[in-house]
């Protein structure tokens, strides 16, 4: 066992933050076994790690990713959802043929997440088997958690990136041997990239893929108006976008992250909150590819699960810290548009990016007793000029910090390095 002692903050539940101040985290074998305002007697002689006036807060957890975009990254903001694909994303990805390749990129894009204090993440791969089991075993290397997707497509995309449902179901079925234990750190996430890109055949074998071994599934859904359009032309007997997915056992058999959600409302809505269905709320995506501003607060208060995801290329920022004040802005815009809609509140959007998202990895995303010690230690002195409330340096550091403040990170109770990248 180890004990932590810092000012401790972190959110049991949506309405407010748990503030403990010179409080103490005792972890063993990586799960939290109690928090503290005072060290109890019988905690006297275990080791004590003193991090002094600093903040000790859960880490970041990216729910929705594009691994191999990572490189486009603030390119190609002036296009719609489909041009940008067809023109910017089709063709990077494409590359990850080349392992060599994959591995220079992704190294960087793990290297960066551990930079901007993301421990946990759901990301999206390529089609390209060898390059996905690359960027799991980088995570693995790292310590960091993750779900990571074999990206599957069989229609509507470059000749480069198709594949047939045979050999999807083959390439996934050997990743999933590789990392199949269910306390792994690093897992596979069933991965249909959304329902233009995969015919109903295949649809049907990732469904069961994901019954088979019990495994999560993610992809996108109601992002942008025309591919909602293009959703009812193809599967016309589905009821809407996402009954396209349940039809095909993706949605809610087992654990599910869906992207986006700008448009989803009445039965998708519904559908959702009654399977359990998390949106992957990615706010400046939705901006940058003139998607829309997706309805959070009607999700958590009709208790539709919620988490963040940066959607990198779409997005432009890796840091969960700003697509949190993403999230807030944007629902303050909304709130311009319709006052019966509340904005969100700091101590909302932080436990949408930590508890709310972490249920995807288990008991992860809060210093509550039991859950995994993922955790970053910030040193905001130079923005501490005047003796603010510990909430109000978590607020200034959320809004206006960045990675050289993160001075130590965990992982499941494990201290993570810089991962190398080269």
């Known amino acids: 066992m180890h004990i932590y002692k810092a000012n401790l903050l972190f959110t049991k539940d949506s309405t407010s933050f748990t503030v403990i101040p010179d409080g103490y985290v005792a972890v063993d074998s990586g799960t939290i076994a109690g928090v503290y305002p005072r060290l109890p007697d019988e905690l006297s002689g275990i080791p004590v ?14 729910v929705h990713v594009h ?5 486009n990254i603030g390119i190609a903001m002036d296009l719609e959802l489909l041009p940008w694909l067809n023109n910017y994303t089709f063709p990077e990805e494409s590359k990850y043929a080349d392992t060599a390749y994959a591995e220079r ?24 088997k060898d390059s996905t089991r690359l960027l799991m075993r980088l995570f693995e290397q790292a310590g960091m958690g993750a779900l990571v997707g074999k990206v599957d497509m069989d229609r509507n995309c470059p000749v480069s990136l198709r594949e047939t449902v045979a050999d999807a179901i083959r390439d996934n079925e050997a ?51 025309n591919e909602i359009a293009w959703v009812h032309e193809l599967e016309p007997a589905s009821l809407h976008y996402g009954d396209a997915y349940r039809r095909y056992g993706l949605f809610g058999a087992t654990p599910t992250v869906m992207a986006h959600c700008v448009w989803t409302a009445g039965d998708e809505l ?5 399977n359990q269905v998390m949106v992957a709320h990615c706010p400046t995506s939705n901006f940058n590819l003139a998607s829309g501003m997706a309805p959070i607060r ?15 290329s779409g997005g432009h ?16 815009m909304q709130y311009c548009q319709n006052h019966h809609l509340p904005f969100l509140t700091l101590p ?9 998202a972490g249920r995807l990895f288990g008991k992860v995303g809060s210093l509550e007793a039991g859950y995994d010690f993922d955790a970053l230690v910030i040193d905001d002195s130079e923005l501490n000029h005047d003796n603010y409330s510990l909430l109000h340096r978590l607020e200034r550091f959320i809004y206006l910090g960045d990675d050289r403040h993160i001075v130590h990170r965990f992982c499941r109770g494990e201290q993570i390095a810089e991962p190398p990248i080269a």
Request: contains cysteine; hydrophobic residues 45%.
């Open 348 to 356: 909302e959007a932080f436990w949408i990016a930590t508890k709310s």
């Open 317 to 332: 920022d890796l840091s969960i810290f700003k697509v949190m004040v993403y999230a807030i802005q944007v629902s303050k």
């Open 67 to 71: 691994a191999p975009q990572y490189r």
């Open 105 to 128: 990129m992704y190294r960087r894009f793990v290297r960066d997440l551990w930079r901007v204090g993301t421990m946990r993440t759901i990301a999206f791969a390529t089609v390209h």
């Open 49 to 62: 790690t003193d991090y002094g006036n600093k903040l000790l807060i859960p880490a970041m957890i990216d």
């Open 175 to 225: 990743l999933i041997a590789e990392y199949a234990a269910p306390d792994a750190l690093v897992r596979p996430i069933i991965t249909p990239r959304f329902v233009p890109s995969c015919t109903p055949e295949l649809l049907q074998a990732c469904g069961e893929l994901a019954r088979k071994h019990n495994l999560p599934v993610q992809s996108h859904l109601s992002e942008n108006r």
């Open 270 to 274: 519904r559908m959702m909150r009654d």
């Open 298 to 312: 009607t999700f958590l208060n009709e208790g539709v699960p919620v988490g963040l995801g940066s959607d990198i």
